[in-house]
């Protein structure tokens, strides 16, 4: 990846660090990676070659780089993956500083993936020993280099806060100082890791600061939509108003009158309108007139959709979990309750829309983008402009949210934007930008969902219980089905509810993945977001129908579940639980929900609200996610977890109506404000496990715990989300 | 195309667009001062506010032609000591995830302290519900916020 290299050196040169970087390369696993010293590349580029597996940058200004393989979107992964290297490399914080690593799969796959991307919270789970291990190797070599320069026994040398030592000889040294001899020692196979109880940066409370708050404080952090090059056109484009719609024709004689708007071409997503600037190009697209092919569109409307499910939901559908006979013990049940959940489509909608920037010779292409699954996206733009995946460089950018719209299975901004490239021609750099209104009736929603649920209780437990899941797969018909959908179940539309944390003798998941042309997608914890709230709601049910204590009932069903039973009995301590209420006009709800290995249990406080719907005031949340690499950002990840399920719970539904997606910009698409977030307190349970993800696990348990506080203030059981529907 | 005049962080700037032009994308596409972002495109989401003559505008609803002689202050140019304070506190507290709307937020705050000096949790609702973080650091806004105003001796 000779461009990449040039790229990375150049932006060093930009930064002003002088001289010589020590590249560490570790053993991958293959032979090639074990060959060969550590790599030397000089700033300006002239013999720069980058090592494998080199996540760490060392500058004789001392200044340690860090290279990401995740992107950084609000997660943490700038500040929690250098946390893992600066501690085994005993690193002086205030040097360390974290870019994005090039888009180079051999180097930096995500080990859940084997390919580069992001998801799935595995940032940490994937990284914790391999970047340990890249900051343990660096300091190995920086020691062995001062031992040398000493002529003392590098067991001698000590390391602390970027500082080397020999305590008998007097002598001292920072790391620059040593950067350029360590580069050209051998790279240690296997570093010694730290004994965690040795670890002054993982899992210390304010030991480091995150890397990227500066920047976004001051404007100065740099984002795809901030991208300026001489020669950019920036690029909108009309797309059909119903999902599967394509152009039949179009007249482009007003677009093209508007000043600053340059070029008009059809490209395979819609009509491209390329402008000197943003306006022009948004005027211009205004006044395209393009006829769309609705002939094989998506014309349902939600509501036909629900109906539909709501059919399919009242037969059994596949099996994804099955153990006694569910269906015998509630034939034999005194009383079966039922309960149907619907939820709607939702949107992503991350405060930075899609975006993307390429620049292009006919030979090698430059992307630079938020790119959440950089192999997938960089592959494809080769593909659409007929080049290797070596000929396209992509530069992964800050990115202003995701919540899973930036990994897209089918890679469809990386096509668009290479198609607006290509439609234009080579040389022209180009900037594509989708507005807010193209993101929210864009479509790759969070799928429309029923469930329906059947269950029975007796001798104050259940005993039995039914759940049958409509909805689509996103992975159907992808590269992906192979990889994931296994005897006709896609596991990411039933996760949560195929398996329980309680134990329940008699007990059935079955699902139906209807076909519905409206394109959808992963959104901030999957199948939790919908599972979550109807297993949580329908436990909740069946408890107060049994006389339990919501959070006494759950216990006494969690024996095998050890960790999730552990975060429900921390946040009730927490909140010093005696009962569901309501007091005082308030009602507490309680949900545990796992997703991606964490645990996470909170407690809403609830009260009716103003008429405007209903008022959350404070929430109490328990995470256990292994070993706690950042608290504070496993904090802040809680608390943003939380607000997002509760925005979405309350207030949030992309509705169709013949197939339109009706809400286009945040006035119809409510999104919580601040005025509508409760106060959070969060409690870290300890734990040595291995370290697991908290950018999604804080979102699935919050809709259910208000849903279960509502219901104890004389609520209906809510089966339908949002809560507040119409209500804009 | 309209040639204009017009005031940002204190220098004056002759910019060349079409009349109806939003001040957000002549500040963004013209004068280059990206840290003023959109989220939005009609005054929904705050992620585009900036000062007009000190008070808080939401310009990628506002056409550069309104704006005759009147000063924009962009965060760019932000200065003053409610400034430092809200901006210490931010990084202080760890507010930004994602950090897109967060110019928006510290202008908002920034002007919600010069008018309050010691802004109680409703002055806080009032001043900031304009201003959408989808990644709801709303928590730490308003525990920065307080630490600023603390700081600035209020």
Known sequence: MEGAITHVSRRTALKGIAGLVLGVHLPGGSAKAQSGAAQIFRS??????FAPNAFVRIGTDDTVTILIKHIEFGQGPFTGLSTLVAEELDADWSKVRAEHAPSNPDLYKNLAFGMQGTGGSTAIANSYEQMRKAGAAARAMLVEAAAQAWRVPAGEVTVDRGLLRHAKSGRQGRFGQFA?????????????????????????????????????TNGTALFTIDIREPGMLTVVVARPPRFGGKVASFDAAEARAVPGVVEVKQVPSGVAVYAESTWPAFKGRELLKVTWDDSAAEKRSSEQLIEEYRALSRRSGTVAAKHGDAE??????????????????????????????????GERALARLGSQLQTGDQE??????????????????LAGGSFGRRAQVSMHLAAELASVAKAIG????????????????????????????RGAVRDGRIVAWANTV??????????????????????????????????????????????VGVPVLWWRSVGHTHTGYAVECFVDELLQAAGQDPVAGRLAMMAKAPRAAGVLRAVAELARWSGPGPAN??????????SFNSYVAQIAEVSAGDGEGPKVHKVWCAVDCGVAVNPDVIRAQMEGGIGFGLGHALYAEVALDEGRPVPANFDTYRALRIHEMPQVEVTIVHSSEKPTGVGEPGVPPIAPAVANALARLGHNRLRRLPVVRGMV | MTAFQIRVNGHTHAVDVLPDTPLLWVMRDTLGLT??????????????????????????????????????????????????????????????????????????????????????????????????????????????????AHALGA
Request: proline fraction near 6%.
């Open chain 1, 426 to 453: 080579p040389n022209r750099p180009v900037k594509l930008i989708w507005t807010r209104e193209d993101d929210l009736r864009g479509g790759y929603y969070r799928p429309l969902f029923v469930h329906r649920l």
């Open chain 1, 44 to 49: 300006d580029g002239t013999t720069a070659r």
């Open chain 1, 470 to 515: 409509v909805g689509q797969s996103f992975v159907k018909g992808t590269p992906l089905e192979g990889m994931l959908v296994k005897d006709g179940v896609d596991p990411t539309t039933v996760e949560g509810a195929r398996e329980l944390a309680y134990e329940i003798a008699d007990f059935q998941c079955d699902v139906h993945t209807p076909n």
């Open chain 2, 35 to 148: 840290g003023t972002k959109f989220g939005c495109g009609i005054a929904m989401c705050g992620a585009c506010t900036v000062f007009l003559n000190g008070k808080p505008l939401r310009s990628c609803a506002f056409p550069v032609s309104e704006l005759g002689d009147g000063e924009i202050t962009t965060i760019e140019g932000l200065t003053g000591r409610e400034a430092a304070a809200v901006q210490r506190a931010w990084i202080a507290r760890d507010v930004p995830q994602c950090g897109y709307c967060q110019s928006g937020q510290v202008m908002s705050a920034v002007a919600l302290l010069k008018e309050v000096k010691r802004p109680t949790d409703s002055d806080i609702d009032q001043a900031m519900n304009g201003n959408i973080c989808r990644c709801a650091t709303y928590v730490r806004i308003r525990a920065a916020i307080k630490d600023a």
């Open chain 1, 380 to 397: 494809t733009i080769a593909a659409v402009l007929g080049l290797k995946r070596e000929q396209v460089q992509l530069e992964t950018m």
């Open chain 1, 180 to 216: 350029e001899a360590a580069a050209k020692l051998p790279v240690p196979d296997n570093p010694p890791l730290k004994d965690p109880t040795k670890f002054r940066l993982i899992g210390r409370e304010g030991a480091v600061k995150k890397l990227d708050a500066p920047g976004k």
């Open chain 1, 585 to 594: 006009n308030r009602a507490r709800g309680v949900a545990v929900v796992e």
């Open chain 1, 328 to 361: 015998a013990a509630l034939a034999r049940a005194d009383k079966v309750i039922e309960a149907e959940f619907v939820f709607p489509y939702l949107a992503h909608a991350p405060m930075e829309p899609l975006d993307g920037y390429l620049r292009w010779d």
